[in-house]
């Protein structure tokens, strides 16, 4: 992602829009049919089992929160559905930081790791506090976390290619090391032993 985006968004090839409009509809179809084979499910289940499984919100407004991406991190209702898509809730809003982050940098790339540093403090501490307030708590922040420390680690792969692959291999894990160090460390401890780990390493990646 940050590989892709970066110079295009800092030079104004894509704007917020056509850039937003990308993102959301390369999640949206998939989300969509999983959350009808799943809302399909759900209902066999009422009528052969007596009730829900797994998740038990599973009523219209959770349906529409679904359906608008808005179900994790934005309005925190408890799972429903397709419980694990929350992280593409929490996704979205890391993409439109990351153009916010990188337009106000424009082609500065010293101001654009000051920006990109604020984003990781702020994170951590919002993770720390365990704020709760809609976008601004510690689930959505411990995705941008992920999120943004893998921009990083593109960025310095980048800067490392040119100077020598040995020193590439050294200098990334070491990085990663203190990318995980720091996560599990500021996060909560669930972070890389359980809990919501997975939808967070699946954050991690789409940076």
Known sequence: ??????????????RLKEYMEKRIFHFFPLMIITLIVITVFQIINVQTLGGWIVYGRNDILHFVLNVLMIHGGVLDTGDSFNG?????????????????????????????????????????????????????????????????????LCQLYTMIVRIGRQLM?????????IGIALMYYFGSRDL?????????LMVFCFS
């Open 84 to 152: 694990p898509s929350w992280c593409i809730t929490v996704e979205l809003i890391c993409y439109f930081i990351l153009f916010v982050v990188v337009k106000n940098a424009e082609k500065d790339k010293d101001k654009l790791f000051i920006n990109i540093a604020m984003v990781l403090v702020l994170s951590l501490f919002v993770v720390r506090q365990s704020w709760s307030y809609p976008v601004i708590n510690a689930l959505v922040m411990r995705g941008v976390l992920c999120f943004f420390i893998g921009c990083v």
């Open 1 to 14: 992602m940050f590989y892709v985006y970066v110079d295009r968004i800092a030079t104004g090839k894509i």
């Open 169 to 177: 291999v050294g200098i990334g894990c070491l990085v990663l090391l």
């Open 192 to 200: 890389l032993v359980g809990g919501d780990s997975t939808q967070l």
